[in-house]
C-alpha cells in the first residue's frame, strides 16, 4: 500500500451510503450498477431516465475528480487487453448469474441484511481473495 488515505476513504464511503440511501428513499430502488445498467440497455420505457442520470453520474464523478485534482489518477494495468476483455466478460457473467454485483448485494443488500446478499457478498470476497493469492502466488 502506497498511501494511506483514511479520511478521504471516509468521505468516499459517506457518500455511497448517502446516494446509496438516497436512492432508495426517494426512488425505492437498489443501487446495484449491473442491474442499472442492464436496465438502462434494455430501455425500459419510464425507467430510462432515472438510469441514465445515474450512470452521468457515475462518469461525471471521474471528471469532478480531474478537475479537483488537476491530473488524472494514475492507474497502471499491467494485463494483456485480451486478458482485461474475458475478466469483464465473466464479471458480467458472474454479476447475471449471481442476480446483481458487489454494489447491490455488498452495499444495499447487506445495508438491509439480507441474507442472500450476505451470503453472496462473502462469495465475492472468498473468491477475489482466493483469485489474488492463486495469480500472485501460484502462477
Known amino acids: 500500500m502506497e498511501e494511506f488515505t483514511p479520511l478521504s476513504g471516509l468521505f468516499g464511503g459517506l457518500l455511497i451510503g448517502l446516494s446509496t440511501a438516497l436512492l432508495m428513499l426517494l426512488n425505492g430502488r437498489i443501487a446495484g450498477i449491473s442491474g442499472i445498467v442492464g436496465g438502462l440497455l434494455a430501455r425500459k420505457g419510464s425507467e430510462v431516465g432515472w438510469r441514465a442520470m445515474f450512470v452521468a453520474g457515475l462518469l461525471l464523478g471521474g ?3 480531474v478537475l479537483a485534482a488537476g491530473e488524472v489518477f494514475p492507474v497502471e494495468i499491467q494485463a494483456p487487453l485480451l486478458v482485461m476483455a474475458v ?11 449471481g442476480s446483481g454485483c458487489t454494489s447491490g448485494h455488498g452495499v444495499s443488500g447487506i445495508a438491509r441484511l439480507s441474507k442472500r446478499s450476505i451470503v453472496a457478498t462473502l462469495v465475492f470476497m472468498g473468491t477475489a481473495i482466493a483469485t489474488v493469492f492463486v495469480v500472485g502466488q501460484v502462477l
Open 63 to 65: 471528471l469532478v475528480y
Open 87 to 97: 475478466a469483464g466478460l465473466l464479471v458480467g457473467f458472474g454479476a447475471r448469474m
